[in-house]
């Protein structure tokens, strides 16, 4: 399945930014989808996840409240809600499509290009 991201730019801090991701190739729905960020000289991490049907999420603590992932199988898109952003959120995002669910980014089967998030204080 081939992915591209997109909605990525600066926003202030407190502000928000909604990514999305599309997918085309193969059933987008037979995928769960997940998002991950690479910050500058950081490694990948787990940001947020969610089951082929949607009806299960989950996030990594540090954006647990703020950030809301959803998906529209209809249009083969998956897309990531990011509110009251700060600067440690500043990262390249990355949507990535796998069998099943894991928080490592090594076990992704497709990636996205990135889209780079910026947050100013």
């Known amino acids: 399945v081939q992915l591209q991201a997109s909605g990525g730019g600066t926003v202030q801090a407190g502000g928000s930014l909604r990514l999305s991701c599309a997918a085309s190739g193969r059933t987008f729905s037979n995928y769960y989808m997940e998002w991950f960020r690479q910050a500058p000289g950081k490694e990948r991490e787990f940001v947020a996840f969610?089951?082929?049907?949607?009806?299960?999420?989950r996030y990594a603590t540090s954006v647990k409240g703020r950030f809301t992932i959803s998906r529209d199988n209809a249009k083969n898109t998956v897309y990531l809600q990011m509110n009251s952003l700060n600067a440690e959120d500043t990262a390249v995002y990355y949507c990535?499509?796998?069998?099943?669910?894991?928080?490592?980014?090594?076990?992704?089967?497709?990636w996205g290009k990135g889209t780079l998030v910026t947050v100013s204080s």
């Open positions: 990535a499509a796998a069998g099943g669910f894991s928080a490592e980014s090594t076990r992704m089967d497709y």
């Open positions: 969610i089951s082929r049907a949607g009806g299960s999420t």
